[in-house]
């Protein structure tokens, strides 16, 4: 029959004119219908009997579809599921999670997923996978909320390996190793996180026996793997091998790591060198200058400003050993408070400055609550305030707009024109799921600032800020909202708007 | 509330993206004053640009929709937020009276209806001679069109199909706008349908030559016309393009079933919106097929929801296998359903092979097949049974990851529309659950 048929095409595709007409002799059925078109050839013209003929075929090959035969195996079914699924949520309005509220309600509510152990709906993850590959930021979130589904579904599509490991801790270390081993280089970075979860000790070696043939970039991942969970374990392999990498990007990552692991040689060794150059003598704290870097601190990623041997340059050197030794030595040291200790320095402007700053890192580093405030408080607040923005733990976002609320007479709005609203700015920086109190205290001026200004941009961090409000105060906001006149609803619906879904999508997760 | 609908069949009704979204959006009830439901409707009024609020009513018996708003999207905006606050805010709808704009329109939704059936009855006289005129001159003009396509696919076999590439579109275009000028626009679709496919890639000319074949049957069968028996007639008419009197139509006995709403799917071909609906008869264990047009965002019809159960009376357009129908009369509200009826993949193919024999031109056909794998392989989507037999499936990439996701791996049962030897999947149901593509 495929015989005939491709004949038939053939003289089709030629064109009669040039071909004589085939003998179509399919056999069976078909052949003795083909027999009667052929012997209408009298009467009918030789394109007639084609296309009568290719009709005929067309139709006996529809009839008789057979389906194919793969090459290949059904994969194996992804087995049960540990968490449950949030299919409540709906599927249109995941696209609109994601579609229009990527950067502020999607990050909250996976890890809301994350932490009440609800799994995507199955329909949705090719979604989710597909926004992790294009975006790497949001691997950690959607990864650990796939499902066992979303793990077996990665596994075969290589655009999504960086899914395929699963996260549960029993997942042989075999399988992680070969993963490491073998696998692009998104996956090894998740078969080492899941490797030291499971194994730490063999993570760790398996880490050592391919660090010198490892990419820069590689190793600064790994790294970043290391510093999600470093322990004193991780210390000599960052202490001997990684510390002493020829690239300065390998260095400077393993120092901000063991900066944070106080027990580390490394840490001691700062903290001895700052201990030297910072001392309380009397009511007064003097500080000195660290000698020209010897063969040690050079090891430890201590070098030289630009200009060597100027007054800039010990301060510089200064600078990068108090930066990273924790500030609550210095309280501890002293027995000061911050506070106190900030009234006491008074050493020439840019001497002070740059030891604010380093204060400032050495806070925003080691989380240091006390110390933040203490500094964003202080007559410096204003100077080091962009210093802190990429350590500040959501807490601290929080405390930072209530203590410039309370240096503003309690209110949002300052004097300042538009754009440089600072606390506005600072509330911006709010970007994640509100505390009820802070909420509470912020809300009545946010409201107030509605009525009383005709900021575009006061309108618009109030539009924004829907979707960090707490979905427990909803209904008490739309209440206050509502006694607001109707002029203000071009401001408050698009709030309220964006709040009511945020609450419907979080609404799901309880069900 | 008569109907059971989940917020994402509601969404399905919505004319388009943006619709989708405005309504989302409006779904807030703080938006809307007076809310209210009853068995047979819902109401409420939402505040628009103008003074007054725009008045929202829904039919629920038959899922009709009537908004003040100016718009001429249909559903508008406020009617699918209504309809989704009903399904996702029961509880925010008062269980009272409905206001006078609802009754009036319900009661004139209802008059309506008992006067266009009323006038069904009524014997319309019928200037027979007039009609037996119009009908032999149609006649006369579809005859002359299709010997025009009888000698114009002639020239094409002559010439060769290899010339066909380097034709222009507008060389399928004038013999398609000529059918129509014939009155037979059913062949000039199948002409408009060839266009592209000379420039589809690898193996056109097989394909070419499968629709050339298939439009050159009708042209045989059309010059046999008075041959034939009456059935195939009808068959060839509706292929042709003739166009059934629906009202004569509704006159006749139909065939009362629980019908399982099985799929949907709606098409766009340039303006025109072109919804297909797919229905089972649970006890007649026979397909129906509801078609609905509409022009841009206009009106398609709301009242068939995938995933539910239309206990009605279905009348069938006549022909050779008659599946086109009309729902002439509704029995009993719809109640959701989890599961549709699925066969085999060899009875799939059988019911196919058979309905083929009946009637040629059958271009799509429904397939709704039990305990199926989806899986990709050679950069192909396909749907394996047990037996290792598989059928090649028409979806893009971002719906092949999801069936297979919704499959788990596991067999599912899926519904779709079979067409040029591909599936195109409609409905799935896994274990857990039932899903609309």
Known sequence: ?511 | MPISLTSEQVLALAPDASSVKSGKDLASVRKWGNLGCNEDSAWGECQGSGALPYQVRIDLAELAFKCTCPSRKFPCKHSIALLLMLVEQNSAFGQNSPPAWVIEWLEGRRNRAEKKAKREDEDKPVDAVAQAKRQEQRKNKVASGVAELDRWLQDILRQGLAGLKAKPFSFWESMAARLVDCQAPGLARLIRDCAGVASSGEGWQHKLMDKLGTIYLIVEAYNRFESLDESMQEEIKSVIGFTTNQDELMKTVGIKDKWEIVGQKVEREDKLRVQRTWLFGRNTKRWALILNFAHGTGMLDTSLVPGHLLEAELVFFPGSFPIRALVRERHEQCASIDAFTAVSTEEALQNYARALASNPWIERFPLSIENVVPVRHANRWWLLDHNEHALKMTVDNSLGWQLITLSRGEPINVFGEWSDNEMRPLTVKTEAQLVSL
Request: glycine share 4%; charged share 30%.
């Open chain 1, 1 to 511: 029959m495929s015989t005939c048929w491709d004949d038939l095409v053939s003289i089709a595709l030629i064109g009669t004119d040039q071909q004589k007409m085939p003998e179509l002799k399919p056999g069976g059925q078909l052949g003795i219908l083909l027999d009667k078109i052929n012997a209408t050839a009298s009467s009918k013209s030789k394109e007639s009997i084609i296309l009568s003929s290719a009709g005929c075929m067309s139709l006996h090959q529809k009839a008789g579809t057979i389906p194919d035969r793969l090459n290949s195996k059904k994969p194996e079914p992804c087995g049960a599921e540990d968490w449950l699924s949030c299919e409540e949520v709906g599927h249109s309005r995941l696209k609109i999670l994601i579609e229009e509220h990527e950067r502020t309600i999607l990050p909250l509510w996976l890890n809301a997923c994350a932490a009440k152990k609800r799994r995507l709906p199955e329909r949705a993850i090719p979604l989710f996978l597909d926004l992790a590959k294009e975006k790497k930021e949001f691997r950690p979130l959607v990864c650990p909320v796939i499902g066992n589904v979303g793990r077996w579904l990665a596994a075969m599509n290589s655009d999504w390996s960086f899914a395929a490991i699963s996260n549960n801790v029993e997942s042989s270390v075999e399988h992680l190793e070969e993963s490491f081993e073998t696998g692009p280089a998104d996956e090894r970075v998740r078969a080492l996180e899941e490797l030291r979860r499971a194994n730490p000790e063999r993570a760790l070696t398996k880490l050592q026996e391919t660090w010198d043939s490892e990419t820069i970039s590689q190793k600064v991942s790994f790294l970043d793997v290391i510093a999600k969970n470093c322990t004193i374990e991780d210390e000599p392999f960052l202490e001997e091998i990684s510390l002493i990498d020829k690239r300065k990007e390998v260095r400077e990552r393993t120092t901000f790591i063991l900066s944070k692991l106080l027990e580390s040689r490394f840490a001691q060794r700062m903290l001895a060198r700052a201990l030297e150059l910072i001392k309380l003598e009397g009511k007064r704290i003097n500080m000195s200058f660290p000698k020209d870097s010897d063969k040690e601190m050079v090891r430890d990623g201590i070098v030289k400003a630009a200009q060597p041997e100027t007054i800039e340059d010990k301060i510089f050197r200064l600078v990068q050993i108090v930066k990273v030794v924790p500030p609550s030595v210095w309280s501890t040291q002293f027995r000061m408070s911050p506070e106190q200790i900030l009234e006491k320095i008074e050493f020439d402007d840019i001497q002070k400055r740059s030891l604010i700053r380093a204060w400032a890192s050495a806070a925003g580093l080691h989380s240091d609550k006390d110390w933040l405030l203490a500094l964003s408080n202080s007559k410096y607040g204003a100077f080091i305030r962009d210093k802190f923005e990429e350590f500040y733990e959501p807490g601290m976002h929080e405390e930072i707009v209530l203590s410039m609320m309370r240096d503003n007479g309690g209110k949002l709005l300052t004097s300042d024109v538009d754009y440089q609203q600072p606390i506005l700015n600072a509330l911006l920086r709010c970007n994640h799921e509100w505390s009820e109190p802070f909420a509470r205290k912020v809300m009545p001026q946010m409201l107030e600032s509605i009525k009383t200004s005709k900021s575009g941009h006061a309108h618009w961090v109030f539009k924004t800020m829907g979707a960090y409000f707490p979905v427990s105060l909803a209904n008490e906001i739309e209440t206050e909202c509502k006694k607001l006149n109707s002029d203000f609803r071009e401001v408050i619906d698009p709030f309220l708007t964006i709040l009511t879904f945020k609450c419907e999508v979080f609404a799901a997760l309880n069900n």
